[in-house]
Structures are given as C-alpha cells and as structure tokens.
C-alpha cells in the first residue's frame, strides 16, 4: 500500500495533481451547525444590541431644534418676472424675514444655507478647479481644467479659477434677535484640512468674476484663499442636489419664542433652473444635526431580530423535530397522493 502510494505520487509521467491539502481539500474549517438554539441566540443578542443604539439615536435626533425657512419664493416681488428681478443689478435685493424660535435653542447653533435642485455633482462642474492654483501662488498658470473660467479678457489667469470658484453663493445673512443684533461667527467654518492643506496662505484671489458673466460672490483680493472660508465650504462640493453649507455659527443660546430677524442679500440666481433656497438654524447633539434615518434603521433591525427570534421560539417549542432527521428529506417521504 504505502509503496504503490508512493510511486503514483512521484511518477512523473503522471497527470493526477500533487497531494498537497489545499487540492485535496483537506484544509482546516469551520462548519457551524446553526441549531435553533444558536439561531434564536444570535438574534437575541442582535436585538439587545440595536434596539438601545436605535432609541438612543432617535431620542437625539428628536432633541434637535431645527427652524428651516424657504425665503427663495417671497424675497422677489410676486408682480415681474423673477429673472428679471434677480438678473437685475439696480433692484433692491434686500428681503427681511422673521423666525420664532420654536424651544429653547442651546449654543453652538449652526446656521446653513440649504440649496435644492442645484447639481455641484456634475462631472464637468465638480472637475472645473485647479486644485494646484489654489494651493500655491507657483502654479498661477495651471488653468486648463478651469476652461471656461481659466483666463480674463487679456489671458491672464483667474485664480481662484473654474466654474466651482466662479459659482460661489451670494446671499447674505444679518441677524438680529429681539430687536438686538446678533453675532454670527463665520470664523472656522472650513474644515482644518481644507484651510491648512488645500488652499494656500499665500494665494491670492485675482482678476476673479472680471469679465464675461458674473456667476457669484466676488472676493477680497487682499484675503488669502486659505481664509476665504466661504469659498473652502463653496469648494468642498456637495454630492447631491439637496444640500446644506455652513454659514455660520451663533454662540449664545436663544430662548423659546424669540424673534429672530434676518435681513437677506438675495443675491443668487437659482431661478433660471428652479433651485430653491433655504435658511436653516439648527442646534446639535452627539449624532449632529437632526437625523431620525440612523435611529429608524437601528430599530427596524433590532426589532425585526426580535421578532424572528420570538417566532422561532414559539416554533421550537410548539413544534418540536429532532435536528438532522433524514426521514424530513424528500426522498425519504412518502409521496402524498
Ligand atoms: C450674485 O450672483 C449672481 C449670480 O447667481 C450674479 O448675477 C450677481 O451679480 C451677484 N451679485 C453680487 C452682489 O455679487
């Protein structure tokens, strides 16, 4: 036996695989048999688990104080045409709105500005950006992704440059609460990453929004980009055409029924594609801002884990079978007729 084992295997002439227990699958495994007491326990410990992350989650999503305000609609006059309105330079843009702060609000409040409609995920306007430029004064030149906005009227380069940079949002936001102004800080509102990495100290905005059509906010030339912190926030573009940019920050809490009043600049055109525009005040917990997805999503999960484990329990034990019993297999039961 253990000589013909032998000969086969080292013969050379032969076609049959080399022993090894990987080909002989022979290599070690694990094979769980999922017993019904295994079963319902995995499922028990999956909706002990999820169940509290899920109410936890949806408590603090539910403690969110949240005040949203879509001014786009009332911020032109209803009798011209809105895109003459906006297109307009001489109009008064300006446009006064007034929010109650529905409960307590505590700080750091965030205010947003919320666009609807609006694609900053299209591929040729997320690519229009020369992420070079923005980071060293050296690469000035380094435009040829930011065609149509690379170069002015007499081909010197725009930085920042590029339809991203050239879109950048326009309205702008006072407040004031109670009839008493009130700060809104718009220091730190980029991500560090953004401000220390991407856009240079020593980059300089220059021959921007100079020629042709102007499509946003102007910029300070004498502001490095890296403290242009609404353009870093305009910059980090949005993957859906629902979004939310941080305008600012208010650091003082506010009150049940205070009257916040906001005077808007409503400066940007979103009505040439039916974008609209929202102002949104939220506060914030542990999970961010107001999000009931995650805690619905725990406890659908957690609860339909417990579900299956208490109808395989009522199963098990109304209806007993020994586990693995071949007279269940179907050629081992009598054909019923
Ligand atoms: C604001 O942006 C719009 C384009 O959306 C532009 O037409 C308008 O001139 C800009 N206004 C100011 C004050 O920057």
Not at 52 to 65: H, K, R
Not at 121 to 133: C, E, F, L, M, T
Request: aromatic share 12%; net charge positive.
């Amino acid at each position: 036996m253990g000589s013909e084992d032998g000969s086969y295997r080292s013969s050379k002439n032969s076609k049959k695989p080399k022993y090894s227990r990987f080909t002989q699958q022979e290599l070690p495994a694990c094979k769980p048999i999922l017993t019904p007491g295994l079963v319902i326990g995995i499922l028990i410990s999956l909706a002990i688990i999820f169940i509290p992350i899920g109410l936890l989650s949806f408590s603090a999503s539910q403690n969110v104080v949240e005040v949203v305000d879509r001014y786009d609609e009332e911020c032109v006059p209803a009798t011209s045409s809105k895109l003459g309105f906006i297109q307009d330079a001489q109009t008064n843009k300006t446009c006064i709105r007034t929010l109650i702060v529905p409960k307590k609000m505590k700080h750091p409040i965030f205010v947003y500005y919320q666009l609807d409609n609006f694609y900053q995920n299209h591929r040729r306007y997320v690519k229009s950006r020369s992420d070079h430029q923005l980071w060293s004064p050296k690469n000035e030149y380094m435009t040829k992704l930011c065609e149509p906005e690379a170069v002015d009227s007499n081909n010197e380069p725009i930085v920042p440059c590029g339809l991203v940079a050239w879109s950048l949002f326009n309205d702008t936001y006072t407040f004031s609460r109670n009839d008493n102004s009130l700060t809104v800080n718009k220091k730190n509102i980029a991500w560090t990453s953004d401000r220390t990495k991407k856009f240079g100290a020593n980059v300089y905005p220059k021959n921007f929004q100079s020629h042709g059509l102007i499509g946003g906010a102007k910029l300070n030339e004498t502001i490095p980009l890296s403290e242009q912190e609404d353009l870093i926030v305009w910059m980090r573009t949005a993957a859906l055409p629902s979004f939310r940019k941080l305008y600012g920050k208010i650091e003082t809490d506010l009150e049940a029924n205070d009257k916040i009043t906001v005077v808007i600049e409503n400066n940007y055109n979103t009505y040439a594609f039916d974008g609209r525009k929202k102002l949104v005040m939220s506060t914030v917990t542990w999970i961010g801002g107001k999000n009931d997805f995650l805690g619905r999503m725990y406890l659908t999960v957690g609860g339909a884990s417990l579900f299956f484990a208490l109808a395989f329990s009522l199963l098990y034990i109304l209806k007993p079978r020994p586990l693995g019993d071949p007279t269940y297999l179907s050629w081992n039961r009598k054909p019923t007729l």
